[in-house]
T-cell receptor, first 116, second 112 residues
C-alpha cells in the first residue's frame, strides 16, 4: 500500500540551528501538507502546498518556516533558527486531487523534533 | 470557543462494551468530517469519513448532525486493539487542499 514517508524519525537540534524535515508524499498525490503536534496537544495545521506554491498557511507558519518541493518526489519543511517551543512531532500528509468529495489526507509517521 | 471540541476522556471500558464519542464544531461552513485514530506517538490514521446520512463500517457507526454541528462515533463490541485516541476532524472544503482542523482527541482504553 502506498504511504507517505518521512525522514528522519527523530531530530535533535540546538536552539538557533536550522533543520530540514523531509517527506516523500504518495506518488500520484498533488496536495501536500505539514502539521505539527506538540506533546499532549492537538494536531495543528501549518501549511498546504499545491502546484509548486503555498495554497494556505496558518498563523504558526511564520517567516522562520519555509517549504519546498526540490524535485519530483520530495517535500521539505525548513525551520530557520529553531526555538525551544518548536519541539513537536511534525507530520507530513498528502492527498489525491481526484478523490473528489473525500478530502482525506494520508499522514506520514512523523518526525519528532527536539530543540535543546 | 474551540473550533472542534471533544471530551478528552479517558474512557475506560471492558472488552465487548459499546462506547460513544461526541464532538462539536464551531464553523457552520464546515463541509467534510472525519474520525481519525491515533495510537500513542504515531501518526493519525483515517478511521472513517462521516456523512449526513450516517454511515457504518463494521463495528463503527458515525453520525453527523449539521443543524447541531455535532458528530458522533459509536464503537460496538470493543476490542483491546481499539485502545487509542480518537480524533474528530473537520474540513471547510469538501474537495482537496483544505486544511484539516483537529479536535483534542478522546482517549479510549479497552480493558480485558
Amino acid at each position: 500500500e502506498p504511504e507517505v514517508t518521512q525522514t528522519p524519525s527523530h531530530q535533535v537540534t540546538q536552539m538557533g540551528q536550522e533543520v530540514i524535515l523531509r517527506c516523500v508524499p504518495i506518488s500520484n498525490h498533488l496536495y501536500f501538507y505539514w502539521y505539527r503536534q506538540i506533546l499532549g496537544q492537538k494536531v495543528e495545521f501549518l501549511v498546504s502546498f499545491y502546484n509548486n506554491e503555498i495554497s494556505e498557511k496558518s498563523e504558526i507558519f511564520d517567516d522562520q518556516f519555509s517549504v519546498e518541493r526540490p524535485d519530483g518526489s520530495n517535500f521539505t519543511l525548513k525551520i530557520r533558527s529553531t526555538k525551544l517551543e518548536d519541539s513537536a512531532m511534525y507530520f507530513c500528509a498528502s492527498s489525491d486531487p481526484w478523490d473528489r468529495g473525500k478530502a482525506e489526507a494520508f499522514f506520514g509517521q512523523g518526525t519528532r523534533l527536539t530543540v535543546v | 470557543r474551540k473550533e472542534v471540541e471533544q471530551d478528552p476522556g479517558p474512557f475506560n471500558v471492558p472488552e465487548g462494551a459499546t462506547v460513544a464519542f461526541n464532538c462539536t464544531y464551531s464553523n457552520s461552513a464546515s463541509q467534510s468530517f472525519f474520525w481519525y485514530r491515533q495510537d500513542c506517538r504515531k501518526e493519525p490514521k483515517l478511521l472513517m469519513s462521516v456523512y449526513s446520512s450516517g454511515n457504518e463500517d463494521g463495528r463503527f457507526t458515525a453520525q453527523l448532525n449539521r443543524a447541531s454541528q455535532y458528530i458522533s462515533l459509536l464503537i460496538r463490541d470493543s476490542k483491546l486493539s481499539d485502545s487509542a485516541t480518537y480524533l474528530c476532524v473537520v474540513n471547510l472544503d469538501d474537495n482537496q487542499g483544505g486544511k484539516l482542523i483537529f479536535g483534542q482527541g478522546t482517549e479510549l482504553s479497552v480493558k480485558p
